[in-house]
Nanobody, 115 residues
Framework: QVRLVESGGGLVQAGESLTLACEAT????????MSWHRQAPGKEREMVAY???????NGKNTLKGRFTISKDTAKNRIYLQMNSLIPEDTAVYYC?????????WGQGTQVTVSS
């Protein structure tokens, strides 16, 4: 059974950094693409960044200078390094993995940035 488990969220002050991790219960080479999404209160879920099985990465343009996605295939994990956090980054962050036609989500991890 495929499960994605996020970790690393928490409460930080503006300007600080956090690294989120998403660990899969299966070999992440199984997935065509893995990604991070976030959902702020009262807003729709949005894609933050993705990484393909081949290692190509891309993400939301306004976050590219602060957020970086990476993966560790040996640990079956992807990461989201978040720097210079601002209060507007406050959201639940979700990990997603796609292996067509299947689509998997983690339970989310809360990130709260205080001003």
């Amino acid at each position: 059974q495929v499960r994605l488990v996020e970790s690393g969220g928490g409460l930080v002050q503006a300007g600080e950094s956090l690294t989120l991790a998403c660990e899969a219960t299966v070999d992440i080479a199984t997935f065509n693409v893995m990604s991070w999404h976030r959902q702020a209160p009262g807003k729709e879920r949005e894609m933050v960044a993705y990484i393909t099985s081949g290692g190509s990465i891309n993400g939301k343009n306004t976050l590219k200078g602060r957020f970086t996605i990476s993966k560790d295939t040996a640990k079956n994990r992807i990461y989201l390094q978040m720097n210079s956090l601002i209060p507007e980054d406050t959201a639940v962050y979700y990990c997603n993995a796609k292996a067509s036609p299947y689509d998997y989500w983690g339970q989310g991890t809360q990130v709260t940035v205080s001003s």
